[in-house]
């Protein structure tokens, strides 16, 4: 399991890579282009896909890393078996919002499906998939975190 979600870590980590220097790589052709034969149709739509689908997965990643901004002292203030049960039910919030999300994404997704988007004419299903995608990410480091926070829990009793 710990090989399956080391596996899972990488693969986000890379996907984020992968976006942004996409992207760094389209907006320098743009500006080569605007200066040289003129402005190409489909850079910007490509980078705004590929902001959305790296933003919200480096949120998950970021989680992932415990790395989202928080009042740690208080958590601290607890002890570490009240603050690991006050964490674990954090991320089952978290959880519970997520699965509501790719819930309510689902009939999203369903509607645009078949319509394309103006300039790359791919399924505008592309970027409105990053949102329940991420979602489900959020859900996976959430388990390994909530693994993580029993472990803290027993080994304080």
Known sequence: MTRLLALIDRSIQLFIAACMGTIMVVIALQVVMRATVGALPWP?????????????LAAAY???ERGHVGIQIFVDMLG??????????MHL?????????IW?????VASV????????RISRAVPQLAIPV??????VVCLRLI???????????
């Open 113 to 120: 499906w078949n319509l394309k988007t103006g300039a790359l």
């Open 93 to 101: 919030v978290i959880i519970v919002f997520c699965a509501a999300v």
């Open 62 to 64: 970021t989680l992932n």
């Open 147 to 157: 693994a993580e926070d029993i472990a803290i829990w027993r080994r304080a009793s």
């Open 134 to 139: 991420s979602a489900g990410a959020f859900i």
């Open 80 to 89: 570490p078996r009240r603050g690991a049960l006050i964490s674990a039910l």
């Open 104 to 108: 309510g994404a689902y009939d999203k």
């Open 44 to 56: 910007e739509e490509l980078s705004v896909i590929l902001m959305l689908w790296g933003l919200l």
